[in-house]
């Protein structure tokens, strides 16, 4: 259920800003399949990756933490 939150805002944020799944998996030196796993729910990125996509994104990790994760 968590990384189902996880992987729906981060594809979110991810179209938001423009970025292609490949684009976006390059720029963090990811595979997309990774990065696909992540968006499906299938896997829960770390903590270092979530860091790297905010940056990536420009936004902050509260952002783009579910709701029920922000603020941890």
């Known amino acids: 259920m968590e990384a189902e939150k996880w992987g729906r805002r981060i594809r979110a944020f ?4 423009g970025y292609t799944q490949e684009r976006l998996a ?11 796993e992540i968006e499906r729910g299938n896997r829960l990125p770390t ?17 783009l933490a579910p709701h029920s994760e922000a603020g941890k």
């Not at 903590?47 to 952002?63: P, Y």
């Open 14 to 17: 991810r179209k938001l800003k």
């Open 47 to 63: 903590e270092e990756l979530v860091q790297q996509i905010a940056e990536r994104l420009n936004i902050s990790v509260e952002e």
């Open 26 to 36: 390059k720029e963090l030196g990811i595979s997309v399949s990774i990065l696909g």
